[in-house]
């Protein structure tokens, strides 16, 4: 069963720019990315950041300048935002871990906050309000203007994050998160430093972020702050909560589904879309805890 | 000096609108343990509230001043009811959760009736002027708001030490099964007080018009600063959320006026001292530690 799923996620992945636009494909895979970096966190370790644009923004930034000034090539310059987000990540999950469930929520939301006036000021790099425009994306003279062709090139480092974190998960490292967050007292008594391991998953986390954040300014060619936004974080919890808390691919499910969701918004001219996901956040979280893809794996248990 | 003063006194009345909405924020989060994310959205709405019902209805500021805070606290009760109340049995998250998506909904719901563009609001008639303090002068308006919401905060407070209700809201804060052990109905207060903290971000919000532009964002970033004043005053300690909501009120003031070349600086002030507060105390200057992990 797993390896049949596992097999059809590979060709619907391969796929996908076939039977979409393909940017809107390339989208999906960025959001994949961010869910699964927050649901490492949320069902994972028991933290909610609701703070990860300031990861998924400012990899976008680093990745963008990155690319403009030095010219590296498009891999190249998404992992050296990706490093950025995780460095962020260490001042403000050392801060933040010392809080725990809501007030982790808060600190998280109102560091990011600071990081996005930072980045409204700072006009001689962050471009303001204008963002970075052009940014090129370049592979070693291959020609990958068109997303068609993109979305190929974006999707081994996608599929590397998702095997990453699923490594994690897997791992001894991701067993001890699980008990430090269904037990932290419990996890201590047995000589786990809990912040230390939080501080881990939080920077983790923040580099699966900025992979996507990278990628999605790529996939752009264009960082605005909306990036760094706090309704940026929203959305990503948006995705995980949908695909379903703790179950990692849930979030890869979430993301293709709102991805998929606000470009039809859009292109039908509905410009409320808060109104359209919030409603569908508000369902899900009254009567649909568990998510889509929590919802399939208990019906297939019973 | 005189410059001083002035700015000590704006700084006063931006840390009144911090403190209505983090003493509705705090009364709330006592009582339900939710985190109400769509404050901002009622403090929006309470702006909105006070702009519609003088164009459309030609109700003057001094109504809405009171009938804006009583609709709000009606829906809001209602939706405590309708959806929260479903879900206060379950970790907190999932509350903050709920109210972060309302939240959206009530912000795109203005947006989709009144459009993104900022609706001026006249200042009401009666405080148009100014009043002289001897050394300084200041907008009546001004003065009218930091007054009004003093008498607020000092009203949540009489009600909270010296009644009954606040006797069993109090309990109920602390420990909320051993007061329902010695059989009092904690459920019954629960709605009430949940429209209470509503109606404080009305009367925030109603406030707001005059002074700042109407629009259906004007909570969304407001919010998030609020977040910071009761993480810093200690979420569980309603005075400490008010005295850290002037004390930040004043450093902004200070840093917009004696640092205006970086505007940076009183934007980000908040957040550093959120950060200083997590290093030294934190669980909040004022509050307690929750149950230490």
Known sequence: MRWLLLAVGAGVALWLPNGLYAPVAVEMLCWALFAVAIDLLLGYTGLL???HAAFWGSSAYVTGLIAINLGWPFPLAVLAGALAAAGLAVPIGYLAVRRTGIYFAMVTLAFAQMVYYIANEWRSVTRGENGIQDVPRTLFGLDLSDEYYFYYAALPIVALGLFGAWRIVHSPFGRVLVAVRDNPARARALGYPVHRYKLLAFVLSAFLAGLGGGLFAMAHRFVSLDTLHWTTSGKAVIVVVLGGIGTLWGGVVGSALIVRLEDWLAFSG???????TGGIFVVTVLLFRRGIWGTLARLRRS | MTGFLQNTFNGLVGGAFYALLALGLAVIFGMLRVVNFAHGAFYMLGAFGAYVLLAEAGLPFGYALFAVPLALAGIGMALERALIHRLTRLDPLYNFLLTFGLALILQDLVKWRYGVQS????TPPGLAGTVDFGLFTFPAYRVFVLGFAMVACLIVWLVLARTRIGVVVRAATERPDLTRALGIDVGR????????GIALAAVAGVLAAPMRAVNPLMGADLIIVVFAVVVIG????IFGSVAAAFAIGLVQAWGEAYAS???IISQITVFVVMAAVLLWRPAGLF???ENPA
């Open chain 2, 189 to 196: 207060w629960i709605t009430p007080v949940f429209g209470a």
């Open chain 1, 49 to 51: 950041s609701f703070g």
């Open chain 2, 119 to 122: 609706t001026p609001y006249a």
């Open chain 2, 234 to 237: 200690g979420l569980g300690s």
């Open chain 2, 261 to 263: 070349q970086w505007p």
């Open chain 2, 287 to 289: 509050g307690r530690e």
């Open chain 1, 270 to 276: 509905f410009e409320q879309v808060g109104l359209v």
